[in-house]
């Protein structure tokens, strides 16, 4: 949550500025809602890639799936 916007928005309720206080509110909720937005996306995206149970290919070849802990020992070894 932005710290800024959030202290702005409490000095303009309590000085009774409340169109500058509403305002200030307004931004804080679309950034807070975009920010869960954003998470959600990547929790559809990485629920996808572990049901698909596709490789990743990084530098060191990270498994993803139930079953792959013992691929990852075994490739270690």
């Not at 959030?6 to 009774?16: D, E, F, K, N, R």
């Not at 990485?46 to 020992?73: E, P």
Request: proline content about 1%; some cysteine.
């Amino acid at each position: 949550m932005p710290g800024a916007r959030l202290y702005y928005m409490m000095a303009g309720m309590v000085a009774g500025k409340y169109a500058i206080a509403f305002e200030h509110l307004t931004v804080i909720a679309e950034t807070c809602i975009g920010i869960a937005f954003g998470f959600w996306i990547i929790d559809i995206v990485v629920r996808n890639i572990r049901k698909t149970g596709k490789k990743l290919q990084t530098d060191h070849s990270l498994y993803i799936g139930l079953n792959d802990s013992r691929k990852c020992r075994k490739r270690l070894r």
